[in-house]
């Protein structure tokens, strides 16, 4: 169980790295446990098309700098993405090891070292393409724009980024727990890739500071990459009062001060089942909650967040309280508690009960119920959306409905991986060049990663 200090020191070593890095002699035992498949499963469970077994080959090889390519190549956030990645369902869950109930290969791992190799060379592997009179604006520097951006300055496109926040990275930066990523790692990540020559405008917001018709005008093509909105509402009463935060906004003051200054929070309700509301919990215990309650609506089998995420906020201390619903935060001044009531489910449909009522008490109730979907910077556009609110595209260009506009990433998928988003980046930016050089081959040195799209 995690220790529930608040001192600055111990919240240090609570929020540090969960995953350490490999040793250069870890690495060689785990490449030499490759089977090197020829038909991958580990390939196709990733979004971008990573070609593990080659990059594993390279590591074998004595080769970092080269399986640190191969990633870029598929994926510019490979960096990041050997961090983040949720690896027990994507390359490593496909793994033929775990097929025979064995350990598979620490693809996360492996990746990180040959990504680490890059960064530590400080130099990427490879250049923008010729320079180009076309120009194309990125709006959002997360992981869906900054993959967007990148590919585009490979096929020698003048690009521009617009970001809102005074730091580009989106949930990279922001939103990720500190002990998956701290901040830092994204930001290194982010200032190797704009090497390329991307021009990055921070702290204007499109749609206010500025006009949307300006960027159509002004730009040959525009990707949209804004992500989701905020968090969602309980829509009960108190919800208002002090003490009652959002997860990403608690999340984004943890990584911004690795705790420090935070409020405390001695008991802790955090109201959600999904993998955001397991890193509010757990890192309300790593900055010093003494009592974390995650509470969710439904059974433990419903949970959609990640089955190795709920074993660690167990493994943290959270308790983990099921099929209860919120109704009212109560409290004078600030939050002191919240009621709840029971629930059961019947044919699948959620029934509350009216008469098993009970109140937990607490000084923080965190809100973890998903994000609403980013509506405005779309309409603003003109792009059609789907009947869930996320922008429509063609799935194979990712271009909206409004011709010369693309879009990717959370505001498209709903709210998936940093992988997701990075591999939507990379089909917009060929949709990108396919439409404003129609019959026009790619620069030299582009050929692999189109052909991991």
Not at 212 to 219: A, G, S, T, V
Request: net charge positive; glycine share 10%.
């Amino acid at each position: 169980m995690m220790a529930s200090s608040t001192g600055r020191s111990a919240w240090r070593d609570n929020l540090a790295e969960l995953k350490k890095p490999l040793s250069p002699e870890a690495v060689r035992l785990e490449a030499s446990r490759c089977l090197y498949c020829h038909d991958a499963p580990c390939i196709q469970a990733c979004p971008t098309s990573i070609d593990v077994p080659r990059f594993i080959r390279q590591l074998a090889s004595f080769d970092p700098l080269g399986a640190g390519k191969t990633i870029l190549e598929a994926n510019p956030l490979g960096h990041s993405c050997a961090r983040v990645c949720p690896v027990p369902v994507l390359c490593e869950g496909a793994c033929v090891y775990a097929a025979w109930n064995d350990e598979p290969v620490r693809i996360a791992g492996l990746q990180r070292y040959a990504t680490d190799a890059v960064h530590s060379a400080d130099a990427l592997p490879f250049d923008p393409g010729p320079e180009s009179d076309l120009r194309v604006a990125v709006v959002g520097a997360g992981p869906a724009g900054v993959s967007c951006a990148t590919y585009l300055r490979r096929l020698g496109f003048a690009v521009t980024i617009f970001e809102k926040r005074r730091l580009p990275g989106g949930l990279n930066t922001f939103g990720v727990a500190e002990y998956k990523m701290d901040r830092r790692t994204s930001l290194e990540e982010l200032r190797l890739l704009f090497r390329l020559g991307c021009s990055v405008v921070t702290n204007r917001e499109v749609g206010r500071d500025l006009a949307p018709k300006k960027l159509l005008r002004d730009f040959d093509a525009v990707f949209l990459g804004p992500g989701l909105a905020g968090t969602r509402d309980l829509g009960i009463l108190g919800e208002d009062l002090p003490g009652v935060v959002d997860a990403i906004s608690f999340i984004e003051r943890v990584k911004a001060r690795r705790g420090r200054g935070l409020p405390s929070g001695e008991r802790v309700v955090v109201v959600g089942g999904g993998n955001t509301a397991i890193d509010a919990a757990t890192q309300s215990v790593r900055t010093g909650a003494k009592r974390v309650i995650l509470a969710y609506r439904r059974g433990l089998a419903d949970m959609p967040a990640y089955d190795f995420e709920v074993a660690l906020a167990k493994t943290d201390g959270v308790t983990l309280l099921m099929n209860a619903v919120p109704k009212r935060v109560l409290g004078l001044r600030k939050a002191e508690s919240v009621e709840f009531a029971r629930t059961s489910t019947k044919a699948g449909r959620l029934i509350e009960s009216s008469t098993e009522l009970f109140t937990l008490p607490c000084d923080r109730v965190i809100k973890a119920i998903g994000q609403r979907k980013e509506n405005a910077l779309p309409r603003a556009f003109g792009v059609a959306l789907n009947g869930d609110g996320t922008i429509k595209t063609d799935p194979d260009t990712l271009r909206t409905s409004r011709r010369g506009v693309y879009a990717g990433g959370d505001a498209v998928n709903g709210g998936k991986e940093v992988v997701n988003a990075a591999a939507d980046g990379k089909r917009a930016a060929w949709g990108i060049h396919r439409a404003l050089r129609p019959g026009v081959p790619p620069p030299p040195d582009n050929e692999y990663w189109i052909s991991t799209l």
